[in-house]
């Protein structure tokens, strides 16, 4: 399975991410009868971050097309690793059944212009 589209966070900052869950077919996964749906990133320090059905933070916005919708807070943006073509991963279990939809280049996390890491040049 994958999800369509490229999708860009800027390290830091607020975000929500809509992915649409698509069967290996191309078709869109409906999502109907899930029981729990997990999205997983990777953060800087090799750990991963996880948004959950449960705790609200990936919604289901149209079940029958496969799409969600994943909150992303500034804090939770602000671990994440810098990396273009970020891979994401969306876990969606049916009682006993488990999906695992993968995309390998679907996220751009860029720092920000001017993070803490810059420099700023003295005026004499």
Do not use: W
């Amino acid at each position: 399975m994958h999800t369509k589209d490229s999708k860009q966070i800027i390290r830091g900052a607020d975000a929500v991410l809509t992915l649409v869950i698509r069967t290996s077919d191309g078709d869109a996964l409906d999502l109907t009868d899930a029981t729990a749906i997990t999205v997983r990133l990777k953060k800087e320090d090799a750990s991963e971050l996880l948004k959950t059905l449960a705790a609200g933070a990936v919604e289901v916005e149209s079940a029958h097309a496969g799409r969600i919708a994943v909150t992303l807070s500034e804090t939770d943006t602000a671990g994440l690793y810098v990396q273009a073509n970020a891979p994401i991963e969306v876990v969606v279990d049916f009682g006993s059944t488990r999906r695992i939809a993968q995309i390998r280049a679907g996220l751009n996390v860029v720092d920000r212009l001017l993070d803490r890491k810059s420099t700023r040049l003295n005026s004499s």
